[in-house]
């Protein structure tokens, strides 16, 4: 089994409705991949204490996208391989994006982040091509095409 503190993923959608994604070479892939911006929960050294996944969703878009949202959903939660790992993924939904400026929180330093802004129908598309083909991605993308095809749905 491998021990995982959890993580975060958002699907960020901006004025203009498109999701904000990264694009990042990921070792374990091989290549690069097109992602929902998403990160691992922080672990106090001191106490152990695992950081609140509401905080840890606010930190994340920062740090990868440089936008804060006004408007913040839980989706919800699920397990990214429950047969061998701890690891559980909070889902959220974002919207109202602004820039953060000045005082932004950057990315890590051993993060290459490319910030790619595509409306999310395309994206949408782009998951079920195989163009984009991560596990937290495709949850993310999938959920905010059922939401949006319910009438009268409004996923903010």
Same mark, same amino acid.
């Given at each position: ?20 994604? $990264? &694009?990042?070479?990921?070792?374990? #892939? ?11 929960? !922080? ?15 606010? &930190?994340?878009? =920062?740090? =990868?996208? %440089?936008? &804060?949202? @006004?408007? /913040?959903?839980? $989706?919800?939660?699920? /397990?990214?391989?429950? %047969? ?35 409306? /999310?129908? !395309?994206?949408? @598309? #782009? ?15 999938? /959920?905010? #095409? &059922?939401?949006? #095809?319910? =009438?009268?749905? !409004?996923?903010?």
């Amino acid at each position: 089994m491998a021990g995982h503190p959890g993580a975060v993923a958002i699907v960020a959608l901006d004025p203009e409705d498109r999701v904000l994604l $990264v &694009r990042q070479f990921r070792s374990p #892939a091989g290549r690069t991949l097109l992602e929902i911006p998403a990160g691992t929960l !922080d672990v106090d050294e001191t106490t152990g204490a695992i950081e609140d996944p509401d905080l840890a969703a606010r &930190r994340e878009l =920062e740090e =990868e996208t %440089g936008v &804060r949202a @006004a408007s /913040w959903r839980h $989706v919800g939660s699920f /397990w990214t391989a429950p %047969g061998f790992a701890t690891e559980l993924m909070h889902l959220y939904l974002a919207a109202e994006l602004t820039p953060a400026h000045a005082d932004r929180l950057g990315p890590d330093d051993d993060e290459r982040l490319q910030l790619v802004r595509m409306p /999310w129908r !395309d994206a949408v @598309a #782009a998951a079920e091509r195989g163009e984009i083909a991560d596990a937290k991605s495709l949850v993310g993308l999938f /959920w905010l #095409a &059922r939401l949006r #095809a319910a =009438e009268g749905a !409004d996923p903010a």
